[in-house]
């Protein structure tokens, strides 16, 4: 049986490392995240990276993820002041980005979902 505990932390150091090799921003893992709750799963070293993360590995699920999961980062991100940002995988599928249309675009509502590497394009246009 796989632990879903496991599962979930070897996601978010995947992604941590995945992430420094497209920015060049280290994350670390908030294990705040497990007692308290309304924390981030990873925390970038550059203040003005802009999005609070939440990252979720399951086996499958629907498309743009869970509701109870963008509720999750809403929580975060308005505690941090960032933009709310959900990572995804399900089981033999790429990883998926879902981000806020505000966070592109001036007034946008709605949300976008794309993959790691546009996602990444968009950090570092928004950090330029």
């Not at 090799?21 to 981030?40: M, S, W």
């Not at 960032?82 to 505000?102: N, Q, S, T, W």
Request: hydrophobic share 40%; aromatic share 12%.
């Amino acid at each position: 049986m796989v632990n879903g505990r496991n599962k979930g932390a070897a996601y978010e150091r995947s992604i941590a490392h995945q992430l420094f090799d497209e920015l060049g921003i280290k994350f670390a893992r908030d294990l705040e995240q497990y007692r308290t709750g309304g924390h981030a799963d990873l925390i970038p070293d550059n203040e003005y990276f802009p999005f609070s993360l939440e990252l979720k590995r399951y086996r499958d699920g629907p498309i743009g993820g869970a509701p109870a999961w963008w509720k999750q980062v809403e929580v975060a991100a308005e505690r941090e002041g960032k933009f709310p940002c959900l990572i995804y995988k399900y089981d033999r599928k790429p990883d998926r980005v879902v981000i806020p249309l505000a966070s592109i675009l001036d007034g946008g509502e709605g949300k976008v979902e794309t993959d790691l590497q546009t996602f990444c394009f968009i950090v570092r246009e928004l950090m330029a």
